[in-house]
């Protein structure tokens, strides 16, 4: 693990695109950019473009490839998005119809793929800040829950906000807000922090995508836009096609944290 | 014109459309935001989404209308983006054709709006920072610039940057990166400090738009990355129609800049 924290984005996806390391990516490369995947065919994509600009604390978008293209030729020139990611979730009319570690075979020459900055990219300035991510220490993946925010729709797509969430104490939410105001590429400031049920979370012991972590005594729920909003969003818009990652499970790129951050 | 500092964007945007205020918008309803305008037919919208996104310093997007719609719904709800910018510039492949006070006759139902964030956003928090802001002082339009300085690509359109600029000494050169840092969405950060030459411009009492300003011994001008850029593009790419405001007569919206701010 030691290993993977320090390795290069580029030894990280060449391990992932030979089916060598299929788990979350939080901790992995610290210090580069994390991304979220979202691919429509074109006939969507100015739709789909045109809902994250409205939307960009779910939705900051790092790149779009060109049409039918696989290389994000800003986030990681060389790379393959239809490999270079541990997991991938295939979405058929609003249904989930596979989980591949690979979407080759489902690939067209009329997709575009959209990536979509992921929080993984500011934790290492939240751990620098000693500000605990709790999933880290775990070893297991965020909790994600779909939420009752709506996005701003923009033609054929709408949908609710999905939110990450990391657990800490009052004090160190109030630096975590500093911290994270810098990253706004990467969902910047939380959208939200205490009472879960404020946003529509019925129990944060449950979430929606990822696995439950632990929230010790005088902790406080800190919960941040999230980019698996898209397959929130494909669940309520039922495109023909949609591939997405696997929430968690994120394409690696080779932009330092750093040179997203505004100030 | 203390008046027109202090009225809201709703009370300035009513004059415009009657035409009894055809003027550059610089220090008109301080703490409001000031806006861009490129119109482009639908089917040139989404390479021109995408080449906003792919520039975001010079065309950082604030607003999208709906397909046909002239309302800027996020941005001042209930204007008309026909009828509420000063002056406009009318591009037929390539070529300016008309410079009107209104497009209204140019309008068609295929047609997209794009806000794009303006710089004189932040001259309010420049001028309370005690910044010099020299094409106010001098009750003229900002000078702009086409420069060497190419954009992503992105389909249909590619073309160079332009950049506007104000000229002060060193020390607060400084003070105006930390201070327009905060606004990302109307251009952030300057582009350039010092030396025109160094980015392709020859002549800086020579501006290619707006008019030029007294730069005093001493000072160095600073340049910023410009929303005249779209129209630059038009010139590069010749859509066959392309409507935008005329260079200083922006579109002043409802939100306030402390609202785009990001610290």
Same mark, same amino acid.
């Given at each position: 693990?030691?290993? !993977?924290? %320090?390795?290069?984005?580029?030894?990280?996806?060449? =391990?992932?695109?030979?089916?060598?390391?299929?788990?979350?990516?939080?901790?992995?490369?610290?210090?580069?950019?994390?991304?979220?995947?979202?691919?429509?065919?074109?006939?969507?994509?100015?739709?789909?473009?045109?809902?994250?600009?409205?939307?960009?604390?779910?939705?900051?978008?790092?790149?779009? /490839?060109?049409?039918? %293209?696989?290389?994000?030729? !800003?986030?990681?020139?060389?790379?393959?998005?239809?490999?270079?990611?541990?997991?991938?979730?295939?979405?058929?009319?609003?249904? =989930?119809?596979?989980?591949? =570690?690979?979407?080759?075979?489902?690939?067209?020459?009329?997709?575009?793929?959209?990536?979509?900055?992921? %929080?993984?990219?500011f934790e290492t300035a939240l751990l620098k800040a000693m500000v605990p991510v709790r999933h880290i220490e775990e070893d297991c993946n965020v909790p994600m829950y779909l939420t009752n925010i709506a996005c701003r729709p923009a033609g054929f797509f709408h949908g609710s906000t999905v939110v990450s969430m990391r657990p800490m104490p009052p004090e160190l939410a109030i630096r975590a807000v500093q911290v994270t105001s810098r990253f706004p590429g990467v969902h910047g400031a939380p959208?939200?922090?205490? $009472?879960?049920?404020?946003?529509?979370?019925? $129990?944060?012991?449950? +979430?929606?995508?990822?696995?439950?972590?632990?929230?010790?005594?005088?902790?406080?729920?800190?919960?941040?836009?999230?980019?698996? /909003?898209?397959?929130?969003?494909?669940?309520?818009?039922? +495109?023909?096609?949609?591939? /997405?990652? %696997?929430?968690?499970? =994120?394409?690696?790129?080779?932009?330092?944290?750093?040179?997203?951050?505004?100030?």
């Open positions: 693990m030691e290993n !993977l924290t %320090s390795a290069t984005p580029r030894q990280v996806r060449q =391990m992932i695109r030979r089916n060598e390391l299929v788990r979350p990516t939080a901790g992995l490369c610290q210090g580069h950019v994390q991304a979220n995947l979202a691919i429509v065919p074109k006939d969507l994509a100015y739709d789909f473009l045109l809902f994250c600009q409205r939307n960009p604390k779910p939705c900051p978008i790092l790149d779009v /490839t060109d049409v039918g %293209s696989p290389e994000p030729r !800003l986030l990681g020139p060389g790379a393959d998005l239809r490999y270079d990611i541990p997991k991938y979730r295939v979405w058929k009319n609003g249904e =989930m119809v596979d989980e591949p =570690m690979d979407v080759a075979r489902y690939w067209r020459d009329d997709l575009v793929a959209f990536l979509i900055g992921c %929080s993984f990219t959208l939200h922090i205490g $009472d879960p049920a404020a946003i529509g979370i019925r $129990d944060v012991n449950k +979430p929606d995508f990822g696995d439950a972590v632990t929230i010790k005594p005088g902790e406080v729920p800190v919960f941040w836009a999230c980019g698996v /909003t898209p397959q929130a969003v494909a669940m309520a818009v039922k +495109p023909e096609l949609m591939i /997405t990652h %696997s929430p968690g499970y =994120m394409f690696i790129g080779d932009l330092r944290d750093e040179e997203l951050a505004v100030l």
